[in-house]
């Protein structure tokens, strides 16, 4: 590893860098003494398709991270990502030449934003790079992928951080914080449903090679992560249903599934998800009150309303406070919970795991852990 | 049977009666053209706890029906009903001189409001007096014991209707009537809800030989019912799983139960219930809207909306609607989608049946019908 932070670093700097950074929610820029900005991490996006543009749309307004890179697969791309975000002909890489990505010092980490099943492989390639991966959810298709993606990167000595954006959202982290504080007493109830109507029938997540899974891996996994992060528990069992209203469209993949996660306190989170309706929609119960988000996982604004009545957070781009939060994780050693890191998305992919488990098994129970 | 309907059915009077007497939901008293109030159902009610004195209360609105019996086994109970509801003493019963009701002409049906798992003996008690049979939800506490009072009543000439109160409701019907327009086009997905935090654990409903079954078969019935009403299908598999929270309280009982429902056109209605904490909603979404009610099982004022807005319906004494409405079944063989009958309650058994199964089995997939 050769960049700007290790040098830094290494000079002593750290520390002072650190306390001048922008803290997790802040808003304004922050600058150094002399009133330069403050070292930003420098982030190249892999996967130019329309999650890949929104988050560089969302980067222009970030102050402790810079999109300076792209890796692309589509030539075509270059010559319009390259006007459109100042990327230098230095920083284009394609799924070819990624690996010389190791000798650039301009370029800190790697935003993976490819198909599903292709992150295994692309983080791998990440971390031979020396370069810090940010990987989009579900880390990958099985939980024995994203291990292997674990150990490769502590192994290259890189981090790597999943794109668990609600973790870093207003409206997500106030539900939280009020679950932790006991606002709403003992929880005994979780209820979350994500879906939404697909379009277009040739895409890629509707195949199996590149998806890896359907609905439950692409938004179902909303549900489920925020089954763990409202509980603060890890689930020990889970049961899960399936059902295909449309055989045709959903021939690779999973249309619509309804799962159940059994917690060691007794709460039983339940779960629906599908690709062939919208429906969206976060719900805890506890014995003093509750929190109720609907929309609860997209891309905003969210709304939601608690026993005390309606939340008003601050309405933000949700990939701009993320990756200025995971600049502060990666530069500066912050950590965030809940976390956004590699055993996060572990956990999730293993109850993705079970879940497929329990379908095949006739929704039979599966354990955990 | 020698009841005054009998009677003026014999004189052919029974269609014109029919033809006279209020609509299901009209809020008018029905009158004679000479005047006189149209013949009321005179009901004797079985049972005389909180739920039976409600629905005393509230037939004193009623105009199709009127209270003029009571059974009990508490002798203390009788002078204050019959000074409060006017009950004559030939009107007046105990569990052991039940079967001479049968000679008594001026009672037409017996609404058993009694611990549930008794429903099946009471009302074999009932049709074996020769009076038409009201019996609370869950009618028994098995499909077998549901079945035997059908065969009972039907032998015995007698109606069998199940006091499904929301069949009547005004925001329940509403929100049918607009699944059955297609104004929410097709149905994908349900999510139903109900519980409550119960509180004296001395009372009947946690005694296993009384009860019968736990939350689910006292409210989680609501949900199950609701799926099957808003879907208007019925389900071909069951799943469930059970937690137990306070296994000292719930140790005779099931405290929480979560429950999935597969219909045949592909559905799956996920519900919850529980004894131990409070919640309470109706979700349906098709593919062009939903409806939504919170609170939508208890005895009012409900509350909901669609994807077209707030509903607003007249707000009711549920109890008040569900005795006109079963008196006009009763006098005029009026009909009423979905069902009150006994078929109706058996279907919902066979479905609670079911549940159990699946939870002792480990969740696994329970075929029905």
Redesign the interface.
């Known amino acids: 590893m050769s960049t700007r932070r290790t040098f830094l670093h290494t000079l002593g700097l750290g520390a002072g860098l650190s306390a001048l950074a922008p803290t997790l929610l802040s808003a304004t820029p922050s600058k150094t003494a002399a009133g330069r900005p403050a070292q930003k991490l420098r982030v190249a996006i892999m996967g130019l398709g329309s999650y890949g543009t929104r988050v560089a749309e969302a980067m222009k307004s970030c102050t402790s991270a810079e999109l300076v890179g792209i890796v692309t697969g589509s030539p075509e791309k270059i010559p319009v990502w390259k006007s459109k975000y100042n990327i230098p002909d230095k920083n284009v890489y394609n799924y070819e030449t990624i690996g010389q990505m190791k000798n650039n010092p301009d370029i800190d980490a790697v935003y993976v934003i490819t198909p599903n099943s292709l992150h295994h492989k692309h983080v791998m390639q990440v971390a031979a790079a020396g370069k810090h991966a940010i990987c989009e959810k579900p880390m990958a298709d099985t939980a024995k992928h994203a291990q292997d993606m674990i150990d490769a990167c502590e192994k290259a000595g890189v981090k790597l951080l999943i794109g668990y954006r609600l973790h870093f959202e207003p409206y997500t982290r106030k539900v939280i914080e009020m679950l932790r504080a006991g606002e709403m007493g003992k929880i ?2 979780v ?1 979350n ?1 994500q879906g939404f ?1 697909i379009g277009d029938p040739t895409q890629w997540r509707l195949k199996k090679n590149l998806a890896g899974g359907g609905a439950l891996m692409d938004v179902g996994i909303y549900c489920l992560n925020a089954a763990r992060y409202l509980t603060a528990e890890e689930p020990v069992w889970v ?1 899960a ?1 399936e ?3 449309d055989p045709v469209k959903f021939a690779e993949v999973d249309e ?1 599934i ?1 799962f ?1 996660l ?1 917690f060691p ?4 989170a ?1 779960c ?1 998800t ?1 690709y ?4 969206e929609r976060l719900y805890v ?3 003093k009150g ?1 929190a109720e988000m609907s929309p609860a996982y997209g891309y905003g604004p969210l709304k939601g309303r608690t026993h005390k009545g309606p939340l008003e957070e601050p309405v933000v781009t949700h990939q701009t406070l993320q990756m200025d939060g995971m600049a502060d994780i990666i530069l500066n050693g912050k950590t965030v919970t809940p976390a956004v890191d590699g055993y996060e998305g572990l956990k999730d992919m293993k109850v993705i795991d079970a879940i497929y488990k ?1 379908i095949k098994e ?4 599966v354990m955990l852990g």
């Open positions: 005994m109830h209820d449903y109507k049961t249903q059902t295909k209203t619509t309804t159940q059994g306190s007794g709460i039983i339940t629906a599908t062939n309706f919208n429906f119960v506890g014995t509750f329990s006739g929704s039979k129970k």
